[in-house]
């Protein structure tokens, strides 16, 4: 079954400093698909990044960054030098990708982070 | 925007009463799911509909129910409401059952319901 943990209910920081969002996940699947999106206090779902599983490149965006782990089913999120805007609750995501079968979104609980100026 | 129309963005009614939440996938996407946010409950998958047929069921209570229309728009039906109900309903849409090169998920606003 798919399951996608969030151990990190809330975090605070201080602008500019780095903080790193950990995200672990379960599958049985061999081929799936990580997300992480952003939900600012207006609520919407702001989609951050995709990554399928046969791609472990970490990848960086700016002052964002994912690693990709798939010995430890780990897709951590970090952001260096954090800034206001930056608060949000992030969301981790999983979807298995096996052709023919439901590609449902499986989100974990989400991580407040709240920077603080 | 984001291509996925949801509507209306709030709606408050009273315990009892039914509902309905209008979604309108991105252009070309064939795939609908919807999504209930509460605080104590997280993002939780409800049901997903694929070219107008059930494709699979999540934490969809029986008092809750969908369909996905010709034109691919898709409706959910909230009934009996109770306070517990009060949620933010994303619906989402895709073009493909798991593979592509695109391959990802649009999100809608939302709706915010209130029971009262």
């Known amino acids: 079954a798919q399951k996608v943990t969030q151990a990190q209910t809330e975090i605070s920081v201080v602008e500019k400093e780095d903080v790193t969002l950990d995200c672990v996940y379960e599958?049985?699947?061999?081929?799936?698909?990580l997300f992480w999106y952003k939900q600012p206090p207006s609520g919407e779902l702001v989609f951050l990044i995709r990554r399928n599983s046969f791609d472990e490149q970490n990848e960086i965006s700016g002052r964002y960054s994912w690693n990709f782990q798939k010995s430890t089913s780990s897709f951590n999120f970090t952001i260096t030098a954090s800034q206001v805007v930056d608060s949000a609750v992030y969301f981790c995501?999983?979807?298995?990708?096996?052709?023919?079968?439901?590609?449902?979104?499986?989100f974990g609980t989400g991580t407040l982070l709240a920077v603080q100026p | 925007d984001s291509g996925v129309t949801q509507t209306p963005k709030h709606l408050i009614t009273a315990t009892g009463q039914r509902v309905t939440l209008r979604c309108s996938p991105r252009s070309g996407d064939l795939s609908v799911y919807w999504y209930q946010q509460s605080l104590d409950q997280g993002l939780q998958f409800l049901i997903q509909?694929?070219?107008?047929?059930?494709?699979a069921k999540g934490n969809i209570l029986e008092r809750f129910s969908a369909q996905q229309f010709p034109d691919l728009h898709s409706e959910l039906n909230l009934s009996s409401l109770e306070l517990g109900d009060s949620a933010l309903y994303f619906c989402?849409?895709?073009?493909?059952?798991?593979?592509?090169?695109?391959?990802?998920?649009?999100f809608g606003s939302g709706t915010r319901l209130t029971v009262v």
């Open positions: 509909y694929y070219n107008g047929e059930e494709r």
């Open positions: 989402a849409s895709s073009d493909t059952l798991g593979t592509g090169l695109n391959y990802g998920y649009t």
């Open positions: 599958t049985r699947d061999t081929t799936y698909y």
């Open positions: 995501a999983l979807s298995e990708a096996t052709s023919g079968a439901t590609n449902k979104l499986i």
